[in-house]
């Protein structure tokens, strides 16, 4: 495994975020930096892994610390997956979180899987009202 180093709401750049997203596979409005930085502006629990100087992935929560959080990210450079980083981005987020606190996300199709690998159980009495953009 690389050495790779965690940080908690650390400030990123844009353009470290947008590179992770593309690099991972994950659908984001890449193409849209204001966006992407309005995203993290708002977020309260940010976790990054870095390899050396570089951002290779990230998760990104919203929380009231108490009750619930929101998991909104969680991506990895596909350059790094399957090395255990999801997995320890994931423990940090819990870690941040305590025993107290539910975590929630809506996983994209191809991510279904892994999950219930990593603790999670589905959810049957969700709803969604979907982005218009």
């Known amino acids: 495994m690389k050495d790779i180093h965690y940080q908690i709401n650390t400030p990123l750049s844009s353009s470290d975020v947008i590179r992770v997203f593309n690099a991972s596979g994950i659908t984001r409005p890449t193409h849209d930096a204001q966006r992407i930085a309005h995203m993290f502006a708002n977020a309260n629990l940010i976790i990054s892994a870095w390899h050396d100087e ?3 992935g990230l998760a990104r929560g919203l929380t009231d610390h108490s009750y ?3 998991l909104s990210d969680l ?3 596909k350059a790094y997956q399957r090395q255990g980083i999801g997995d320890a981005l994931l423990a940090h987020v819990r870690q941040a979180l305590g025993p107290e606190v539910s975590l929630i996300l809506l996983s994209a199709p191809g991510a279904m899987g892994y999950y219930p690998k990593v603790g999670f159980t589905a959810a049957n009495n969700a709803f969604i009202i979907q982005r218009e953009r």
């Open 68 to 70: 619930c959080c929101y």
């Open 75 to 77: 991506a990895v450079d």
């Open 54 to 56: 570089m951002l290779v």
